[in-house]
T-cell receptor, first 114, second 117 residues
Framework: AQSVSQHNHHVILSEAASLELGCNYSYGGTVNLFWYVQYPGQHLQLLLKYFSGDPLVKGIKGFEAEFIKSKFSFNLRKPSVQWSDTAEYFCAVMGSSNTGKLIFGQGTTLQVKP | NAGVMQNPRHLVRRRGQEARLRCSPMKGHSHVYWYRQLPEEGLKFMVYLQKENIIDESGMPKERFSAEFPKEGPSILRIQQVVRGDSAAYFC???????????????FGPGTRLTVT
């Protein structure tokens, strides 16, 4: 069965620290990969996505993610976090044969201290 | 361009009552998806609908849950005879026509938080 695992459930950082959130998935075929963010009191928003091509993907607000096929990973990174990055982050996968069904990880809560 | 709309935002029901959750997709979108988020868990896929058609309902509980997306009007997720375990946040997402290729993103609504007392 397909699954997505996010290793860190709760991360606390100080402003200007670097961020890396882990995401691993299990799926045997071609995948599309996503990171969504949910700011407090708001709905999920797409941070970035990978469909094909360059495995290093740039997203909004300075975020990037790298798809490493051999490791089944799609880790999210940001060189320097801000207080406004405090939010919950979800990694999601869509298998090419499962049109419509996003499989989400359990989420990582990021708290950035000013 | 208005985003995905869901109502109500909060819904309280007593055990045994019915819950109806509504979702209006983004303008021009014809694909709707419902997800459920239980406390301390990630979002779980429930159902994928196009206008008047259920495409994939593999995540829907076998009983008490149903969904529709009529030709006119919002998509409805209906839960009959609710139980405490149905308490969760229910999110709707939409995507544009042609999404069947798989190369698209889903736009999410704010969610409906259902509490069963």
């Amino acid at each position: 069965a397909q699954s997505v695992s996010q290793h860190n459930h709760h991360v606390i950082l100080s402003e200007a620290a670097s961020l890396e959130l882990g995401c691993n998935y299990s799926y045997g075929g071609t995948v599309n990969l996503f990171w969504y963010v949910q700011y407090p009191g708001q709905h999920l928003q797409l941070l970035l996505k990978y469909f094909s091509g360059d495995p290093l993907v740039k997203g909004i607000k300075g975020f990037e993610a790298e798809f490493i096929k051999s490791k089944f990973s799609f880790n999210l990174r940001k060189p320097s976090v801000q207080w406004s990055d405090t939010a919950e982050y979800f990694c999601a996968v869509m298998g090419s044969s499962n049109t419509g069904k996003l499989i989400f990880g359990q989420g990582t809560t990021l708290q950035v201290k000013p | 361009n208005a985003g995905v709309m869901q109502n109500p935002r909060h819904l309280v029901r007593r055990r045994g009552q019915e819950a109806r959750l509504r979702c209006s997709p983004m303008k021009g979108h014809s694909h709707v998806y419902w997800y459920r988020q239980l406390p301390e868990e990630g979002l779980k896929f429930m159902v994928y609908l196009q206008k008047e058609n259920i495409i994939d309902e593999s995540g829907m509980p076998k009983e008490r849950f149903s969904a529709e997306f009529p030709k006119e009007g919002p998509s409805i997720l209906r839960i009959q005879q609710v139980v405490r375990g149905d308490s969760a946040a229910y999110f709707c997402a939409s995507s544009p026509p042609g999404s069947g290729t798989g190369y698209y993103e889903q736009y999410f609504g704010p969610g409906t938080r259902l509490t069963v007392t």
